[in-house]
């Protein structure tokens, strides 16, 4: 049975940094694109960054300096370093998992893990 499993959210203060987390079990991770998405609240859910089976990294248009994808094969788990948080980053953080080469979200989902930044 597929998991994904996300940590690492918190409250912090405005221009901290954050590490998630994405541990996975019950599929073949190398065969999978994992991406990592957040809703803010009263928003749509909206991509942050993905990383690819071919070992690429993409992020999302407005989403490009902040945000660091990165994989570990080992351990089968994906992060996501946000840096200089700001309170539009407020939101709740989950990643995903696609049976394909870049990410869009169709196969298997973890539940989440909520990001807080205060002023």
């Known amino acids: 049975q597929a998991q994904l499993v996300e940590t690492g959210g918190a409250v912090v203060q405005a221009g901290g940094s954050l590490r998630l987390s994405c541990a996975t079990s019950g599929f073949a991770f190398n065969n999978y694109a994992i991406g990592w998405y957040r809703q803010a609240p009263g928003k749509d859910r909206e991509g942050v960054s993905c990383?690819?089976?071919?070992?690429?990294?993409y992020n999302g248009e407005y989403l490009k300096d902040r945000f660091t994808i990165s994989r570990d094969v080992a351990n089968n788990t994906v992060y996501l370093q946000i840096d200089n948080l700001n309170p539009g980053d407020t939101a709740v953080y989950y990643c995903?998992?696609?049976?394909?080469?870049?990410?869009?979200?169709?196969?298997?989902w973890g539940k989440g893990t909520l990001v807080i930044v205060s002023p």
């Open positions: 995903a998992a696609d049976r394909e080469t870049l990410c869009y979200g169709r196969d298997y």
């Open positions: 990383s690819t089976t071919d070992g690429a990294t």
